[in-house]
């Protein structure tokens, strides 16, 4: 009698929410900051009356608190749409503002120049690989390390004369890596210094690390950030982009010259307040959240360990303290999803079946595993709710599921290979 | 959106509903409770076998089956599947439409067609088609082993591709499996296969096989 089997089959259900990287509940609080820009206090910041008026304090007062939290001046706040819509204002609006400065330095043939990171979100992959497709830039891309970290030194060896802009991300969004962005920084501005150059710029997404890191721009040395809502228990739709000032950079959207006619649009107001009551809360606990969080995350890593043919990807000290990625060999992650769905555990996985394109997770590629490893690989992102309860709920329910699959599998793949 | 009369389209469910309501209920009852995978290899005489993978995800998926050499039906089949939940319930459906009613003869069998797959399952997303062909592709391998153990070599079908970019020798079949996972336009196809910048000649017949098969496997735009 398998004792194991009959074990998992008795556990009672329980509703698990493991994907706080992808998005998070609003918290109660940061609806209410929300609502009286609805209804009560619904005006357009742009009008001169009163109703105008008092959303336009509203936003001030966002953008002063925001300022305030990354250490930054109140004029060097864009509130767009989203992290994926700062971070293409961040890429887009740089490096076509270069080409001018560059042909005038280098002739008419000078391109820019681009250094980012292999393990990058797709909201600053895409357009820089679609620049790079059409022949407006030349793009570098730093392999990480093996454990999902990209060293400093190689990102500064990678600038060249025509580099304006590195883009490397604060905090990994699958396998939760930390980059050593204030590292980078530093070497950058001794970089511009000694050539006398304002190029590169540097830009980091920091949506991923925003609820556990420091997000000082002097001390990051950044002169772009990105964030969002979304992920630190805002709402959705609102983003920013810290753009340092005197930094050259030109609009993607165009219209009636918001947000110091960087990004036109009449401004969310809603969203702007939440985002900031948002970050203010986040900001303010990060320290306590992270040490209980990392607690529970290794527990969880521990217990998922223990399943045969399974493995960590990522450094295991130096990544989110909210981030368990693992890869479980000779299954499919879609299909381990699903499984897990149906036992009241969401979480999301690196296949390339559960992927719009078809392409298994370019991070854990990046970190030169095998496809099958990106295929088993499982991102479970904890969050404020997460309890004890719930890390022992899935660490019990996982080696049933992971047999399960494994029985059905014809692959059957060496560790070694792993 | 899908034309209930006229030849037979794929029900294709909407793709981005995701959650629960991503796979239909065939599709679901399916992946949690496979029918006819195989528990014990060792233990089972297999008169064919075959094995395919998509390069597309990575997915891999095996076919036994058991044949009655006199009215050449087949009477088992088995399988094993690396894939998705759509692979998986698309497998385990094919082994049943195989072996029900005193199973399928081998032509029969041969002739199964993905869509036929699909339509029992009640539809799969746009982008899980290419799921549901590993499986028929698996027991037409299996089928020709089958033949092959026979000593009917005549029998055997070889599926080759037609040559479509002589350069980089890229087939019909490889433009096929690009439209399957998904690409759309041209420059997806070569992000996928390359196909065309050995040989740019053959570009517009290229545009227009992808065509031909996104009408085929996703119906009109
Ligand atoms: S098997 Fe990979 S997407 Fe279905």
């Known amino acids: 009698m398998k004792v194991t089997k009959r074990q998992t089959s008795n556990v009672k259900r329980q509703e698990v929410y493991l994907d706080h990287a992808a998005t998070t509940p609003v918290d109660g609080r940061v609806i209410k900051a929300m609502m009286p820009f609805f209804d009560t206090c619904y005006g357009n910041p742009s009008s001169l009356h009163a109703p105008g008026q008092k959303a336009h304090k509203a936003v001030t007062d966002a953008r002063n608190s925001i300022a305030g939290l990354l250490n930054a001046h109140v004029d060097e706040m864009v509130f767009c749409s989203g992290g994926t819509e700062s971070d293409n204002l961040a890429i887009l609006g740089t490096v076509n503002m270069s080409k001018a400065e560059l042909k005038r330095m280098y002739g008419k043939n000078a391109v820019p120049h681009v250094v980012t990171s292999a393990i990058e979100h797709p909201a600053v992959l895409e357009p820089l690989l679609k620049l790079e497709y059409r022949g407006e830039i030349e793009l570098t891309q730093i392999k990480p390390g093996a454990n999902g970290v990209v060293a400093a030194e190689d990102v500064f060896k990678a600038i060249k004369s025509n580099t304006v802009l590195v883009t490397i991300m604060l905090a990994n969004n699958e396998i939760g890596t930390i980059q050593p962005i204030a590292e980078i920084g530093k070497l950058i501005l001794k970089h511009r210094k000694v050539n006398g150059s304002i190029y590169p710029y540097f830009h980091t997404d920091a949506c991923q690390a925003a609820g556990y890191l420091d997000l000082n721009v002097e001390k990051l040395h950044v002169d772009l950030l990105t964030l969002n809502g979304g992920k630190i228990y805002g709402p959705k739709g609102v983003g920013l982009l810290f753009v340092r000032r005197k930094t050259r950079i030109e609009p993607q959207v165009y219209g009636g010259g918001q947000e110091r006619r960087l990004r036109s649009g009449t401004e969310n107001v809603p969203g702007i307040a939440g985002l900031a009551t948002a970050l203010d809360i986040a900001q303010a606990k990060r320290e306590k959240e992270s040490e209980r969080i990392a607690k529970l995350r290794d527990r969880l890593i521990k217990g998922l360990l223990k399943i045969e043919k399974s493995r960590l990807n990522g450094d295991a000290k130096n990544r989110l303290p909210n981030n368990v990625n693992v890869s479980f060999m000779d299954i499919e992650g879609e299909a381990a999803m699903l499984y897990l769905d149906a036992k009241g555990v969401y979480c999301s996985t690196g296949s390339a079946c559960a992927s719009t394109s078809l392409d298994p997770s370019h991070v854990i590629l990046a970190l030169g595993m095998s496809y099958e490893a990106a295929h088993g690989s499982m991102r479970l992102t904890l969050g404020k709710s997460t309890t004890k309860k719930d890390v022992d709920y899935v660490v019990t329910i996982m080696p049933g599921i992971v047999r399960r699959l494994r029985e059905i599998s014809p692959v059957s793949l060496d560790m070694k290979q792993f | ?221």
């Not at chain 2, 094919?94 to 067609?113: D, F, I, P, Y």
């Not at chain 2, 009917?152 to 079908?157: F, G, I, P, Y």
């Not at chain 2, 002589?166 to 196909?195: N, S």
Request: with cysteine; charged share 35%; net charge neutral.
């Open chain 2, 1 to 221: 959106m899908n034309n209930k009369k006229g030849q037979k389209k794929i029900d294709i469910a909407p793709a981005k509903n995701g959650g629960s309501g991503f796979y239909s209920d065939v599709v679901k009852e399916h992946f949690f409770k496979p029918k006819n995978f195989m528990e014990d290899e060792s233990g089972y005489k297999a008169d064919g076998q075959g094995m395919v993978g998509s390069p597309a995800c990575g997915d891999v998926m095996r076919v036994w089956i058991q044949v009655d050499d006199k009215s050449r039906r087949i009477k088992d089949l088995k399988w094993k599947t690396f894939g998705c939940a759509s692979a998986i319930a698309a497998t385990s459906m094919m082994s049943e439409m195989v072996t029900e009613k005193g199973g399928m003869t081998l032509e029969e069998a041969r002739a199964l067609r993905p869509q036929d797959i699909t339509e029992r399952l009640h539809g799969l997303p746009v982008r899980k088609i290419h799921c549901s062909v590993l499986g028929d592709k698996a027991l037409r391998a299996a089928i020709n082993d089958y033949y092959r153990k026979q000593g009917e070599t005549d029998k055997v079908e070889v599926e080759a591709g037609r040559v479509i970019d002589k350069v980089l020798k890229i087939t019909d079949q490889d433009i096929e499996e690009a439209v399957l996972d998904g690409a759309v336009t041209l420059e997806d196809v070569q992000r996928k296969t390359k196909v065309g910048t050995g040989d740019p000649s053959c570009i517009p017949e290229v545009e227009q096989l992808i065509r031909f098969y996104r009408e085929k496997y996703f119906g009109a735009e």
